[in-house]
């Protein structure tokens, strides 16, 4: 790895750490696993930051998507009983960033934040369970108690109408 | 923004939401991957539903990871890194309870400032000299490549510019205080109390690997900067107190045999009798006897 590469890395790593593992711990509850997760989350960004496209959204995004998607696969693994995230952990989801966030990551917050208070609670409720939380359908299905049919609407209207505020705040600003 | 799907996608089409989301599982999820490749309507619409879908994550809060937790992350990507004492030091919060192993009153704390927000603020050419060394120190000059003695004289000066510049000047330039010695040149801080800062050796068997600083102030803090060990990973500093347990005060990243770390203890100086570093299996890797 060349000089350079090193340094990039270094800023990188230090950079997100508290935003990568902060998902991951929120994702499987565990801090040792969570830790796992992050060191195999940074390793693989690394691996394709060649071929990172920075027009499909921040670098950021992309590295909290790499988390997501390894702590999914392992929940898919261990999972076998669907439990309620605790207080904590929707504490975390919804409360103002730490003082000392990222501007970037602060503000990436604040926008999505702003969207998903404007679709209904059952529905944000489910997309978060779902697209920050990893829970399939079925499993959002069995933890609220509702018909499969009626978590996947659910999950499939918020993320329609998340996209269409997203969109819209774009081309507006 | 991608358009009405077309006819042939309504089979597929109610798994496009999940397998976005990335919890689509099994059948249905080679099945909805394999037509997406296939189409381009599909294949778009899913990318952008991901795009919003990823913007999500950006609600999970930041969390600071496990001490070490970034030079294990450097170590695997291949990367040479200087560690940050923060980074190691912060965890240890004195506002936070300790983890494991340890106990009320004998608490980890953070790194040590210049700007004497803990202790009274040092006055003078020779004390600012220290205030600066200790402050670099504080914001994470690593060791690599730092001789033993500049590393001792950057730790005594932290432990100077702690003790509110009662020591000064002698120590940047790694001149160490007799062992057992009131280190002190009277200090410019009116009010300041009389402290001690004590260097020992510390030793695996007979290999010295480091040294342990005891800095017997109110309260008392223990330097430790290792440079010289065989080992890599997280251990366990304590201390043992005469006719007492063994306290934990926390758990530091050593790194190539290189790491630096200070903990206050609530115990006097004079009660302990050592300070030793230990593996997480507990087994004693190195020991400094205090006097």
Avoid at chain 1, 37 to 64: C, N, Y
Avoid at chain 2, 163 to 170: E, F, I, M, S, T
Avoid at chain 2, 261 to 278: D, S
């Amino acid at each position: 790895m060349a000089v350079g590469d090193e340094q990039a890395a270094v800023s990188f790593v230090r950079r997100y750490q508290r935003k990568v593992f902060g998902l991951a711990l929120s994702m499987v509850g565990d801090p040792a696993l969570a830790e796992d997760i992050a060191q195999e989350a940074f390793l693989r960004v690394w691996k394709h930051a060649p071929v990172f496209d920075r027009r499909r959204g921040s670098v950021a995004t992309w590295a909290l998507a790499i988390t997501r998607n390894l702590a999914v696969d392992f929940l898919r693994l261990r999972r076998a009983v669907v439990t309620d995230p605790t207080d904590e952990i929707w504490a975390g989801l919804t409360s103002p960033q730490a003082p000392d966030e990222l501007a970037e990551l602060a503000e990436a917050k604040a926008r999505v934040a702003e969207a998903l208070a404007a679709i209904p609670p059952e529905q944000s409720r489910a997309l978060v369970l779902s697209a920050v939380l990893g829970y399939s359908a079925t499993e959002i299905s069995k933890l609220e108690g509702i018909p499969l049919g009626t978590a996947k609407t659910r999950v499939r209207r918020g993320l329609m109408k998340l996209r269409e505020m997203l969109d819209e705040r774009t081309t507006t600003s | 923004m991608s358009g009405p799907l077309p006819p042939e996608c309504a089979g597929v089409a109610p798994s496009l939401v999940e397998l976005a989301l990335g919890v689509l599982a099994g059948e249905e999820r080679v099945r909805a991957v394999a037509h997406v490749e296939a189409c381009s309507a599909c294949s778009a619409l899913v990318s952008e539903l991901s795009a919003a879908a990823d913007e999500l994550l950006h609600l999970a809060p930041g969390v600071e990871p496990p001490v070490g937790f970034e030079a294990r992350v450097f170590e695997r990507l291949g990367v040479r890194h200087r560690s940050r004492g923060p980074a190691l030091l912060k965890r240890f919060d004195p506002a936070r309870p300790l983890s494991q192993g340890g106990r009320p009153g004998a608490e980890g704390a953070m790194a040590p400032r210049a700007e004497g927000a803990m202790g009274p603020r040092a006055e003078g050419a020779s004390a600012a000299r220290a205030a600066r060394a200790g402050a670099r120190w504080a914001h994470g000059i690593g060791l690599h490549g730092w001789r033993p003695l500049r590393v001792a004289g950057v730790l005594v000066a932290a432990a100077a510019v702690f003790a509110g510049g009662v020591l000064a000047g002698g120590v940047l330039a790694g001149h160490q205080p007799p062992s057992g010695q009131p280190s002190a040149q009277p200090s410019a801080q009116v009010g300041a109390a009389p402290s001690a800062l004590e260097t020992v050796a510390l030793r695996s068997g007979s290999e010295a690997v480091g040294s342990v600083m005891v800095y017997a102030g109110n309260p008392t803090w223990v330097f430790i900067y290792m440079d010289n060990a065989a080992w890599t990973g997280e251990l366990r500093c304590q201390v043992v107190e005469y006719q007492g347990p063994a306290l934990t005060l926390g758990e530091f990243w050593l790194s190539g045999g290189r790491g630096a770390w200070a903990a206050r203890v609530a115990e006097p100086a004079g009660r302990l009798k050592e300070a030793r570093i230990v593996d997480s299996r507990g087994h004693v890797l190195a020991v400094a006897h205090l006097s």
